[in-house]
């Protein structure tokens, strides 16, 4: 396990990103800066459904040559029905279909040059697990998994495969987080000290209230096009039930990873980013009522971080469901969506939710500052995340949210969680992964439950 316990310092964070660009691998066949790096790759998308319409058409450029969804009706049928998605999937209409992903790997691996995950969360690590270890080069989407465990041991593997990475937490390729980071190391708002971030869910339509009884729900038979076991992957064993898929299974434990493993990799990217927020030293929560299967209604978690190099100590606080931060300004219109609000001893500063957008606290004080904000330094990125993924494969640039960089993000997110579901504060140690004040609580750390045999993990 030593490979996988690597603590997350800044200075390891820079060297594993240049050891990532290092051990590139393009398609076979392809070669960067040369003619045939124009070529279309051949794009396995596991996941058609759902997230996967994006995927549909934020890929729509490369080659799609093999589908796998298991649900018949949503995943192929109603998206052919789409004015948006079929005619993509007419385009390819000589791309293979497939039900179970394993069955893909062992028919078409050496058609294969990368594979689009979007599935439920706790599908991310088996078949991303499956994709590094084809070599396939991997776009999956947020979170990266389910528990650490998994983020360190994909994180790992996917290195070792020297396979180009992508974490569908699309606000990393955007205008906003850039600003964020430049205005912060510019001096913009003075030294950071307090970050405050939310999103309003869990809400409808993708959550349940939390006291829901999954145990008790009355029986009911398997939708015809729906083909649950494959659904439930790794995940143990359960009668179907139209409470969790296919819509609503963020909300629990076994499936998902509640609403800041919803939102938390898009409203935490800019201050992670912005503030190099690797690894807290303690992480504590308060939720409202805890339950076995499920996340509860609202929970409020706060990170304490350490100084680094450049800047001091400082706080990050999450709050989601009805909870919100405090005011920053009077007039102050909080996004339901989310956002993250940076308070420096010199001024303030938001970031929209998906980090689309950064604006300085109060108006008068943006237009004041405008002629002395920094200049911009950070490469930009044109086309998105998904074409910035396809062109780092090509020639070999790095994508912004790799896996260097979305693992330590995906594992703040899940710290939160793991204090959540703890009920506890904890001391984090993160080369030892482990909690050293409550030991017992390293059972969040995962996998959680036993993995059913037979998906490789």
């Known amino acids: ?32 800066n040369s003619s045939e790096a124009n070529s279309r790759l051949r794009v396995a998308l596991i996941g058609v459904g759902g997230r996967g319409k994006a995927h549909l058409q934020g890929l729509r450029n490369e080659q799609f040559v093999a589908f796998c969804d298991v649900d018949q009706d949503r995943g192929r049928e109603k998206l052919l029905a789409n004015e948006q998605t079929g005619p993509i999937l ?46 396939k080069h991997i776009l999956v989407e947020k979170p990266l998994c389910r528990t650490i465990t998994e983020v360190r ?56 209230e939390p006291d829901i009884d999954i145990d008790g729900a009355e029986e009911e038979a398997v939708p015809e096009t729906l083909d649950w076991d494959l659904w439930l992957g790794s995940a143990p064993t359960r009668p179907y039930s139209s409470l969790i898929a296919p819509a609503k ?37 308060a939720s409202t009522e805890l339950y076995p299967n499920t996340f509860p209604a609202s929970t409020s978690i706060h990170y304490s971080f350490p100084a680094n190099d450049w800047r001091g100590p400082l706080d990050l606080h999450w709050y989601d469901g009805p909870l919100r931060p405090p005011q920053p300004v009077p007039g102050f219109e909080f996004n339901p969506s989310g956002g993250s609000i940076f308070y420096g001893t010199e001024g303030i500063m938001h970031v929209g939710t998906h ?94 439950y036993d993995y059913r045999p037979g998906w490789g993990v």
């Open 249 to 285: 299974w963020r909300g629990f434990v076994d499936y998902g990873c509640g609403a800041l493993g919803d939102m938390g990799c898009h409203q935490f990217d800019a201050p992670f980013y912005a503030l190099d927020l690797f690894t807290p030293t303690t992480i504590s929560a």
């Open 90 to 135: 007419r385009k390819f209409s000589e791309a293979k279909w497939f039900k179970d992903y394993r069955v893909m790997f062992e028919e078409m691996a050496d058609e294969i040059d990368a594979v689009a995950i979007s599935t439920p969360d706790h599908s991310h690590f088996p078949a991303a697990l499956a994709a590094a270890k084809l070599g």
């Open 355 to 448: 980090s689309r957008s950064a604006r300085l606290l109060p108006e008068d004080f943006m237009q004041k500052s405008r002629a002395s904000l920094p200049e911009k330094s950070i490469p930009r990125v044109k086309g998105g995340h998904f074409r910035e993924w396809t062109n780092a494969i090509r020639n070999g640039a790095e994508c912004g949210s790799n896996f260097d960089y979305a693992a330590p993000l995906t594992e703040l997110v899940l710290l939160g969680i793991a204090a959540v579901r703890a009920n506890a504060r904890l001391e984090w140690d993160s080369e030892g992964m482990r909690f050293p004040n409550r030991p017992e609580a390293d059972v969040f750390l995962g996998p959680v």
């Open 1 to 32: 396990m030593n490979a996988l316990n690597d603590s997350y310092s800044r200075r390891s964070f820079i060297a594993k990103g240049a050891l990532a660009s290092s051990l590139l691998i393009l398609p076979r066949g392809m070669k960067a």
């Open 153 to 208: 041991q994909l994180h790992a593997a996917a290195k070792e495969a020297g396979v180009v990475t992508q974490m569908g937490n699309q606000g990393r390729a955007s205008e906003g987080i850039r600003l964020a980071r430049e205005w912060i190391r510019g001096g913009a708002i003075g030294e950071v000290h307090t970050v405050h971030a939310w999103t309003d869910r869990p809400r409808k339509p993708w959550f349940h």
